[in-house]
């Protein structure tokens, strides 16, 4: 109730988040599709040359550099471009060696206290992020420092089923603490009137919504848990009530279970759509 593991689970997020240091590949492979995915909701959001705008959740840059961000606002426009782990604004940095990309600056900050004036963005956009947020908060604060009409855009993954055969089998050991609250696992994922909700609340008007599916593929038991489990943590918050030491030996028992997973099922039957949502609105 006084949210200490809420709060614990997102500084878990952020400091997994610093130490990948390989990050976008391990990205690449597991969500195929992502690269496209960045660039058609890049087009979707409306985001023009010459535009001041505030990327939230940047990490390394996929969408700022190569997702096509800096390059569609153009050296007449600006990108500032937040995150809250430091380490990841490290290698996003490292892109602009040379003095490439003058327009593009980045900064620390986490999406529920943003450190700029009122309406000073003509859009506020990010992928992936909002689901590691209070996007309640974020929400309001992205809202906040937007110009009236000015655009605000989230594209984000929603919750899935888990009764794949599969995936059961690999996260068993999550299913079964989860079972003994007598519920399912606990994730960050919102479900799909959430956010709609959220930018409504927050006061945006015009909202759109478009729905869109894409592939996660589970191929490497290390990297996987890596990633899944450690780096964006879907399980994070049914974990963060584990003793440190319990928590590492569960992680052992699913890349273990990984293991035979990935020898008795084939490739494409470790294959899981995830339903993810473009949503934007105008600022009044």
């Not at 200490?4 to 976008?24: C, G, M, P, T, V």
């Amino acid at each position: 109730d006084a949210g200490y593991f809420q709060q614990r689970a997102s500084l878990l997020h952020i400091s997994q988040f610093s130490f990948f240091n390989d990050y976008e590949q391990l990205a690449a492979e597991i969500w195929p599709e992502s690269g496209s995915v960045r660039r058609r909701f890049l087009d979707w959001a409306g985001i023009k040359p010459g535009m001041r705008v505030l990327e939230l959740g940047c990490g390394s840059g996929p969408f700022t550099f190569e997702g096509g961000l800096a390059d569609r606002v153009g050296p007449e426009g600006r990108v500032i471009a937040v995150d809250p782990s430091a380490g990841m604004l490290a290698r996003a940095r490292s892109k602009q060696q040379g003095g490439a990309y003058p327009w593009v600056e980045f900064r620390q900050a986490r999406a529920e206290q943003l450190p700029f004036e009122e309406k000073s963005f003509d859009a506020v956009i990010g992928v992936g992020f909002l689901q590691f947020t209070d996007y309640r908060a974020a929400l309001r604060e992205m809202s906040r420092v937007t110009r009236p009409g000015g655009i605000v855009a989230s594209f984000h993954p929603l919750q899935y089923d888990y009764d794949v055969p599969f995936f059961r089998e690999w996260f068993r050991p999550v299913f079964q603490l989860a079972g003994k609250r007598g519920d399912a696992p606990k994730n960050f994922i919102m479900i799909t009137d959430d956010a709609s909700e959220a930018f409504e609340a927050a006061g945006l008007v015009q909202i759109e919504i478009e729905n869109y599916g894409f592939p996660m593929v589970f191929h490497d038991p290390e990297k996987i848990v890596n990633l899944f489990i450690c780096g964006v943590g879907l399980f994070q918050e049914e974990l963060a009530n584990l003793p440190w030491k319990a928590r590492e030996e569960l992680l052992d028992e699913l890349k273990e279970n990984g293991d035979q997973v990935c020898w008795k099922y084939p490739p494409e039957d470790r294959i899981v759509y995830v339903p993810s949502q473009y949503v934007k609105g105008l600022a009044l």
